[in-house]
């Protein structure tokens, strides 16, 4: 048997598709010290630009504002965030890449949340650094704080969409960007 909470599909005399959802632990982000934007943009990025040689697509995106809904006071209006308090973010995460090369990632992965991981097997002839016959796909979410967002949002070279994305044989040097 297969266990509860997965299954197995055989799309084909080739192809199966195993699906299985595993419990995780979680920490209330008040209980963190996550990482600001600013101090993520400077050794986040720049641990993964040292690692983009070992997968075939890394791509961070912009920091997005969690939702979190403000209390209400008396006459039922939101509240106005202290200054004092943090504001929290999330960036999208996407790295595809031979399964070897996710150890590499290990030492990086404190403040992500992975929600999706995709293991492919495929016949290959010549493997690669980037390339393999066992591929790992994961997608995620980088949370941190605005502790120094302003800093960042004055001194960053912005992107249209201010996206920051690591593509593999990229020789131009990667941009920083806020919203």
Same mark, same amino acid.
């Given at each position: &048997? ?5 299954? +197995?599909? @055989? ?6 598709? %195993? ?13 963190? !010290? ?7 943009? !400077?050794? @986040? ?5 040292? %690692?983009?040689?070992? @997968?075939?697509? %890394?791509?961070?995106?912009? $920091?997005? #504002?969690? #939702? +979190?809904?403000? #209390? ?9 965030? #202290?200054?004092? %308090? ?8 996407? +790295?595809?890449? *031979? ?11 404190? @403040? +992500? ?8 097997? !495929? ?26 967002? /302003?800093?960042?949002? &004055?001194?960053?070279? !912005? /992107? *249209?969409?201010? =996206?920051? =994305?690591?593509?593999? &044989?990229?020789?131009? *040097?990667?941009?920083?960007?806020? $919203?």
């Amino acid at each position: &048997g297969m266990g509860p909470g997965s299954n +197995i599909e @055989f799309t084909s005399l080739d192809h199966a598709v %195993l699906r299985w959802t595993a419990a995780s632990g979680s920490v209330p982000l008040a209980r963190q !010290r996550l990482i600001g934007s600013s101090e993520n943009e !400077r050794h @986040f990025f720049s641990a993964m630009q040292g %690692l983009r040689t070992a @997968f075939s697509h %890394l791509q961070i995106g912009k $920091p997005q #504002p969690l #939702p +979190i809904s403000a #209390p209400k006071d008396e006459q039922d209006k939101p509240v106005v965030r #202290p200054t004092h %308090l943090f504001a929290y973010f999330s960036r999208s995460l996407h +790295i595809s890449g *031979p399964l070897r090369s996710a150890s590499l990632l290990l030492p990086h992965t404190s @403040f +992500i949340a992975w929600n999706k991981a995709v293991l492919t097997l !495929r016949e290959m002839d010549r493997p690669s650094l980037r390339d393999s016959g066992l591929n790992l796909t994961l997608q995620g979410v980088l949370y941190e704080n605005d502790s120094s967002i /302003e800093q960042v949002m &004055g001194h960053a070279e !912005r /992107e *249209p969409d201010g =996206a920051f =994305a690591l593509v593999s &044989g990229s020789a131009a *040097p990667a941009k920083v960007s806020a $919203p």
